[in-house]
């Protein structure tokens, strides 16, 4: 028997190529998922149309978010915190300075909460990992056998490949078709000066079929989706436990585990039952988010005040004001994820690829500025509808290279107990490659037809943006706190790290999918030392 920990993507990829070569997986979780008074709204909602939707209803699954730094939530799932480990605190994490990243103990783990963006990495950008584009290929195509995609062929096809053969595309608003069409009239002087650009790819079931409905547009993407139509791994989790194949265990909080000859004992604590509970496998694949996987690795190898970093593909944050207006914003049916994708590659601006996904409008950008100097503005009917109607919002990523990092560091408090203490590093260079980025879309901003406001970037803190990793990198010839193409440690041979604690880089394009591939790699291969 095989144990995975987690259910988060990373976990799900494992699972299901183990499953694939017809081995018996048990999965350890905590497993928390969505309370029931919200549950009951959205199978309410997912049996309607949107024109049906009770304003309470759409206004309970909208939510509001905290302000407090201290437990800010990037994004609600349905209105609810339930994705993010801060009210219970089961894994004691304790942060120096918050970052606004909140590991994830539900079932689904942060793929609940994530934007669905869906793109693979380059060799450039991953050339000092001891594995290569080509190692991963296969398990990105496995991956994007049963993720949905919204992907179509465009100029992003020749940097990056989709990888997929779905056929599921999903319309941008009106804001992203107009600004698509002058991207695509300047595209050569873009791609003189390194821009690339191409229509986002998301895993959302976009297109209907006999067994379900596809995007009604009906704007609350970003505060989750009434059909469940956006990817969340615990979609697949429920395909595998029906199927009889997989064995879900809720409520299991992984403390440590032990090698002991060709056996791996897994021990924690039953949350239900308030008792220790010890499982045994032959292969262990952890899984259980970056933040939480260090603690139960150090643990395990009772590694105390030894840091390790987790380094990060920082996240910025660009305004930017087209020069068309598109009326009728407020009103439009539309799905508000990421409308496209902008690559830059010019080494002027960076020594790697930068990652830029655009926003338009939707009601959770407008709940933002009115936390803003521009709530005053906008109450104004002429300036709204102006200024709504050009606004866009750049989110980039930058590579790791040039980013801050995380450090931590398991310590024992007074009580014996232990707990993952975490500390920001903040790194100059990633002002300075946030600041050309600004710079470089400013020149090109006549191509774009579109300006970015560059004194309103926002570089957040390392780890806000979710794209973090690399705790326990993988290397050719691993170091004590170092890991083998198989994430596996010196002295735990059958234990296999496999999220993206293993990376030995974080690239800037998005996170999710690379995660899946190796996750699905390292368990294809792992699974074939054994007999079925």
Same mark, same amino acid.
């Given at each position: 028997?095989?144990?995975?920990? +987690?259910?988060?993507?990373?976990?799900?990829?494992?699972?299901?190529?183990?499953?694939?070569?017809?081995?018996?997986?048990?999965?350890?979780?905590?497993?928390?998922?969505?309370?029931?008074?919200?549950?009951?709204?959205?199978?309410?909602?997912?049996? #309607?149309?949107?024109?049906?939707?009770?304003?309470?209803?759409?206004?309970?699954?909208?939510?509001?978010?905290?302000?407090?730094?201290?437990?800010?939530?990037?994004?609600?799932?349905?209105?609810?915190?339930?994705?993010?480990?801060?009210?219970?605190?089961?894994?004691?994490?304790?942060?120096?300075?918050?970052?606004?990243?909140?590991?994830?103990?539900?079932?689904?783990?942060?793929?609940?909460?994530?934007?669905?963006?869906?793109?693979?990495?380059?060799?450039?950008?991953?050339?000092?990992?001891?594995?290569?584009?080509?190692?991963?290929?296969?398990?990105?195509?496995?991956?994007?056998?049963?993720?949905?995609?919204?992907?179509?062929?465009?100029?992003?096809?020749?940097?990056?490949?989709?990888?997929?053969? #779905?056929?599921?595309?999903?319309?941008?608003?009106?804001?992203?078709?107009?600004?698509?069409?002058?991207?695509?009239?300047?595209?050569?002087?873009?791609?003189?000066?390194?821009?690339?650009?191409?229509?986002?790819?998301?895993?959302?079931?976009?297109?209907?079929?006999? @067994?379900?409905?596809?995007?009604?547009?009906?704007?609350?993407?970003?505060?989750?989706?009434?059909?469940?139509?956006?990817?969340?791994?615990?979609?697949?989790?429920?395909?595998?436990?029906?199927?009889?194949?997989?064995?879900?265990?809720?409520?299991?909080?992984?403390?440590?585990?032990? #090698?002991? +000859?060709?056996?791996?004992?897994?021990?924690?604590?039953?949350?239900?039952?308030?008792?220790?509970?010890?499982?045994?496998?032959?292969?262990?694949?952890?899984?259980?988010?970056?933040?939480?996987?260090?603690?139960?690795?150090?643990?395990?190898?009772?590694?105390?005040?030894?840091?390790? @970093?987790?380094?990060?593909?920082?996240?910025?944050?660009?305004?930017?004001?087209?020069?068309?207006?598109?009326?009728?914003?407020?009103?439009?049916?539309?799905?508000?994820?990421? $409308?496209?994708?902008?690559?830059?590659?010019?080494?002027?601006?960076?020594?790697?690829?930068?990652?830029? #996904?655009?926003?338009?409008?939707?009601?959770?950008?407008?709940?933002?500025?009115?936390?803003?100097?521009?709530?005053?503005?906008?109450?104004?009917?002429?300036?709204?509808?102006?200024?709504?109607?050009?606004?866009?919002?750049?989110?980039?990523?930058?590579?790791?290279?040039?980013?801050?990092?995380?450090?931590?560091?398991?310590?024992?408090?007074?009580?014996?107990?232990?707990?993952?203490?975490?500390?920001?590093?903040?790194?100059?260079?990633?002002?300075? @490659?946030?600041?050309?980025?600004?710079?470089?879309?400013?020149?090109?901003?006549?191509?774009?037809?579109?300006?970015?406001?560059?004194?309103?970037?926002?570089?957040?803190?390392?780890?806000?943006?979710?794209?973090?990793?690399?705790?326990?990198?993988?290397?050719? $010839?691993?170091?004590?706190?170092?890991?083998?193409?198989?994430?596996?440690?010196?002295?735990?041979?059958?234990?296999?790290?496999?999220?993206?604690?293993?990376?030995?880089?974080?690239?800037?394009?998005?996170?999710?999918?690379?995660?899946?591939?190796?996750?699905?790699?390292?368990?294809?291969?792992?699974?074939?030392?054994?007999?079925?």
């Amino acid at each position: 028997m095989y144990i995975v920990i +987690g259910s988060g993507p990373a976990a799900i990829a494992a699972t299901q190529a183990l499953v694939q070569q017809g081995h018996q997986v048990t999965i350890l979780d905590v497993g928390v998922s969505l309370e029931a008074g919200r549950q009951e709204i959205i199978d309410r909602m997912s049996t #309607q149309e949107p024109e049906s939707w009770a304003n309470d209803d759409v206004d309970a699954i909208v939510g509001q978010r905290l302000v407090s730094s201290e437990t800010n939530h990037s994004k609600l799932s349905y209105g609810s915190a339930y994705s993010f480990d801060t009210g219970s605190a089961v894994v004691d994490i304790r942060w120096k300075e918050h970052a606004g990243f909140n590991h994830s103990v539900a079932k689904g783990g942060l793929s609940n909460v994530w934007g669905s963006s869906l793109l693979c990495y380059r060799q450039e950008d991953i050339a000092d990992w001891p594995v290569s584009i080509e190692d991963l290929q296969p398990h990105y195509r496995a991956v994007m056998d049963f993720v949905p995609a919204t992907a179509i062929t465009d100029d992003l096809e020749e940097i990056l490949p989709t990888y997929s053969t #779905q056929n599921n595309p999903l319309e941008p608003s009106r804001q992203g078709q107009a600004l698509l069409k002058d991207l695509e009239a300047n595209k050569s002087r873009l791609r003189q000066s390194g821009i690339i650009a191409g229509r986002s790819r998301l895993a959302i079931r976009a297109t209907g079929d006999a @067994t379900q409905r596809g995007c009604a547009y009906c704007t609350l993407c970003l505060s989750g989706c009434p059909y469940g139509l956006i990817y969340s791994s615990a979609q697949t989790l429920d395909e595998l436990i029906q199927s009889g194949r997989v064995r879900y265990l809720a409520d299991h909080l992984v403390e440590k585990f032990e #090698q002991v +000859g060709d056996e791996v004992i897994v021990t924690g604590r039953d949350l239900a039952k308030n008792v220790v509970f010890t499982q045994r496998a032959s292969r262990v694949f952890v899984a259980a988010g970056v933040l939480p996987t260090a603690k139960i690795v150090l643990n395990s190898l009772q590694a105390f005040d030894t840091p390790v @970093t987790l380094l990060d593909s920082q996240y910025f944050i660009y305004p930017m004001l087209r020069f068309g207006l598109t009326e009728g914003v407020e009103t439009e049916r539309m799905h508000t994820s990421a $409308q496209l994708f902008l690559e830059i590659d010019d080494k002027s601006v960076s020594e790697h690829m930068v990652h830029l #996904q655009i926003y338009g409008y939707s009601s959770f950008l407008h709940h933002e500025l009115d936390r803003t100097f521009l709530a005053w503005p906008l109450r104004v009917a002429a300036f709204r509808r102006h200024f709504l109607g050009r606004l866009l919002i750049v989110q980039g990523f930058i590579h790791s290279k040039e980013s801050g990092s995380l450090k931590l560091t398991l310590q024992q408090a007074a009580d014996g107990q232990a707990f993952l203490n975490v500390r920001i590093q903040q790194a100059r260079k990633g002002l300075a @490659t946030t600041l050309k980025v600004g710079w470089k879309l400013l020149k090109q901003a006549l191509n774009l037809r579109a300006v970015p406001l560059i004194p309103g970037l926002q570089l957040l803190k390392p780890g806000s943006g979710y794209h973090s990793g690399g705790t326990f990198p993988m290397r050719e $010839q691993p170091g004590a706190l170092e890991t083998d193409t198989l994430g596996r440690l010196p002295t735990m041979t059958r234990v296999h790290l496999v999220d993206a604690s293993v990376l030995p880089s974080i690239p800037a394009t998005s996170i999710t999918l690379s995660i899946m591939a190796n996750s699905h790699r390292i368990a294809t291969l792992a699974g074939r030392l054994d007999p079925s």
